[in-house]
């Protein structure tokens, strides 16, 4: 039942976009981001879709699994989708009730709604094509200047290794308890919204202890190895950029820059 | 409640590239009554096989039929399979949540719509069953006992539903020696008592080959053996081969015919080892 969940999810298949440094990808992601944010017309979204496509086709990872990772997003979308379609001034063209669609609705719904696609599309990306233990180190690189400023890079960047590593623990764990108390006749499916959440009990009591107690034995197991934050520590894996980072950041500039140029001179 | 397994396949997370089989064409036929043994190496397909035995997974291809009913088929109710054929799963201790020992144990019984004296009476039997006294842990909270005992609150609230068909996944993983024998010796009491199937599923050769009537062992997602554990206990070099063994009495029977000592040989349990080791013993006083 967890299986649908795609985001934030590795899939390995070695090809170019996956050997990147993560600070190349974590900034062209950002980029990205940026760049939906610059335009303001349909036209546009043309280059970046066809960038998204090229980078999909060079990771190897295929389509069909990314725009996977935008099924538990639909109700979202439709969402906003219908709030922008009834909630903006101008041409009415159709109405029920006290609500009015309008044309300049319609065509800012259109429009939020792709980016909202294309943000989650862009986003997952990053996280199908980088393992979560190069992507924090990734972070915690591009976050050490701020360290003068005060911001604990490290420890932020472990806390989310901590995070993300046990996200599947726990996915699993829920599966497993889910189990077992199906198998002892408990219902999960069925019944009204109380009778539901008072379903839950059975699960999410035997979830927290575990959980805590889980918390409890890393800590332990990292005390027990000497941990100790940030401080002189040295990496196994020392992050490098080479040619494949230019070529991919150049790219990546080349984009942002056409988007501005089209809005600014067009 | 007799269990019919037909070509059954399961794959795990098909269409990705994590996509593994975990079971394979397994045919399998267990008798009302019968005591199972089901063992094989980590990773062998055991636990998945037992999960469809109650509708918790759907097999990819492949029927399961418990009681002359099909429980693939999407009409049939899995809450009705599920009062039928109880599991425990490994580590049951993991699944407590209620308050009290007595309304964890109550939580299956309840949600089969038992009335309040039936429920009480059934958590009572499942306690003394497990050896756990009613009157002093009744009111305690399940998390607070031991690990031991812990386990045994889990199981006796699988007993309490008192399933026909009742499957237990490594039951005794993790228990000391003593808590081990002793919620060995629970089960086979209440299979003893109710007659009910019962299927082990285990590690441990020496428990398998004291207490049930048939073994099943399976090796990456297959059933290669099944038999009773004379015959299955013969295939030293099979079973080895793929990481398992045979119990360790048998090793000594062997040790022992090297050294010109005439013993059976399909010997597997220390009491038997014992009876033949005197026998031989007298007959050479004879001579």
């Known amino acids: 039942m967890f299986k649908d969940i795609t985001i934030g999810q590795y899939y390995p298949t070695g090809s170019y976009v996956h050997e990147l440094d993560p600070r190349t990808k974590i900034l062209a992601t950002l980029a990205l981001i940026v760049g939906l944010f610059i335009i303001n017309t349909f036209v546009p979204y043309i280059y970046i879709v066809a960038f998204i496509l090229g980078v999909v086709y060079v990771s190897k990872v295929p389509l069909g699994y990314v725009l996977k990772g935008l099924k538990p997003l639909r109700v979202l979308i439709l969402f906003t989708f219908i709030i922008n379609v009834f909630m903006s001034q101008g041409d009415i063209i159709w109405s029920i009730g006290p609500l009015n669609a309008t044309r300049e609705g319609i065509y800012k719904a259109l429009f939020m709604a792709i980016r909202l696609i294309l943000l989650v599309v862009g986003t997952s990306i990053l996280t ?49 308890i889910m189990k077992a108390q199906m198998a002892r006749g408990a219902d999960f499916e069925s019944g009204n919204v109380i009778s539901r959440a008072k379903g839950l009990v059975p699960l999410l009591v035997p979830l927290f202890i575990s959980a805590f107690r889980r918390a409890d034995e890393l800590a332990m197991a990292m005390e027990a190895r000497c941990y100790r934050g940030g401080e002189n520590r040295t990496k196994m894996k020392e992050l490098k950029m080479d040619r494949g980072d230019t070529i991919a950041l150049a790219t990546t500039a080349l984009l942002l820059v056409i988007l501005v140029v089209h809005r600014t001179v067009l | 409640m007799s269990i019919k397994i037909e070509n059954l396949t399961y794959v795990y997370n098909p269409g990705s590239p994590f ?166 010796d629970e089960i086979k009491t209440l299979h003893d008592r109710y007659k009910n199937t019962v299927i082990l599923v285990s590690h441990s050769m020496e428990d398998v080959a004291k207490l049930v009537d048939r073994v099943i062992v ?17 295939e030293t070099e099979t079973l080895e081969s793929i990481g398992l063994g045979v119990p ?25 080892a014992k009876e033949e080791i005197l026998k031989w013993i007298r007959s050479n006083k004879n001579v």
Do not use: C, W
């Open chain 1, 128 to 176: 199908l094509t980088t393992s979560p233990i190069s992507l924090t180190d990734g972070i915690e690189q591009l976050l050490n200047p701020m360290k003068k400023i005060g911001v604990p890079a490290h420890e932020l960047a472990m806390m989310m290794t901590i995070a993300l590593r046990f996200i599947p623990t726990l996915l699993e764990e829920t599966e497993k």
């Open chain 2, 19 to 184: 996509e593994t089989k975990a079971l394979e064409d397994i045919n399998i036929e267990i008798e009302s009554g019968e005591f199972i043994g089901l063992i094989g190496h980590t990773g062998s397909g055991k636990s998945t096989l037992i999960q469809h035995l109650n509708g918790l997974i759907k097999p990819t291809s492949g029927k399961i039929v418990i009681n002359g009913i099909d429980i693939t088929e999407k009409t049939v109710k899995l809450s009705d399979i599920r009062r039928k054929v109880g599991l425990v799963f490994q580590y049951p201790e993991h699944q407590l949540f209620e308050e009290t020992v007595y309304k964890d144990i109550a939580f299956g019984p309840q949600n089969l719509g038992l009335s309040e004296t039936e429920i009480d009476q059934r958590v009572r039997e499942a306690m003394e069953l497990v050896k756990l006294p009613f009157d002093e842990l009744r009111d305690r909270s399940p998390f607070e006992l031991s690990g031991g005992q812990k386990r045994r609150v889990a199981i006796a609230g699988v007993f309490a539903m008192k399933p026909e068909v009742l499957v237990l996944d490594e039951p005794t993983s993790g228990l000391d020696p003593r808590t081990r024998d002793e919620v060995l």
């Open chain 2, 218 to 234: 399976m090796h990456n997602g297959k059933v290669i053996f099944s038999g009773t554990p004379r015959e299955v206990f013969k």
């Open chain 2, 248 to 272: 360790q009495i048998s090793y000594l029977v062997k040790a022992l015919k090297k050294k010109n000592i005439n013993l059976r040989e399909d010997i597997f349990t220390v009491e038997e």
